[in-house]
Nanobody
Framework: EVQLVESGGGLVQSGGSLRLSCSASGFPYDDYTIAWFRQAPGKEREGISCISSDGSRSEYTDFVKGRFTISSDSAKSTVYLQMNSLKPEDTGVYYC????????????????????WGQGTQVTVSS
């Protein structure tokens, strides 16, 4: 069973930084995808970024390019999301998601592509 546990959320001022962590375990195959999604109040969950299981490929949604960086540490089975230059509109609950399928550029930002989800961590950016 795939398990994902997020940590690292919190309250930060506009322009500040946070690093989220996703501890992952239980993937049955070597080729899989881990993504970060965000859900703002009153809005649908949206894909932020994803990374392949070997860390060689990643994708970002346009509104975080140049500000957020996804990375992975295979020894720790952890995926990180470094968030810089945070804006109030980045506020929301951030979820780690896992897919047992390899990273596919056409589908990575769709919630339906992922079968495992973490509990979420709150990020609040004050203006």
């Amino acid at each position: 069973e795939v398990q994902l546990v997020e940590s690292g959320g919190g309250l930060v001022q506009s322009g500040g930084s946070l690093r989220l962590s996703c501890s992952a375990s239980g993937f049955p195959y070597d080729d899989y995808t881990i993504a970060w999604f965000r859900q703002a109040p009153g809005k649908e969950r949206e894909g932020i970024s994803c990374i392949s299981s070997d860390g060689s490929r990643s994708e970002y949604t346009d509104f975080v390019k140049g500000r957020f960086t996804i990375s992975s540490d295979s020894a720790k089975s952890t995926v990180y999301l470094q968030m810089n230059s945070l804006k109030p509109e980045d506020t929301g609950v951030y979820y780690c998601a896992g897919s047992v399928a390899p990273l596919m550029r056409a589908f990575w930002d769709r919630s339906s592509y992922y079968t495992s989800w973490g509990q979420g961590t709150q990020v609040t950016v004050s203006s």
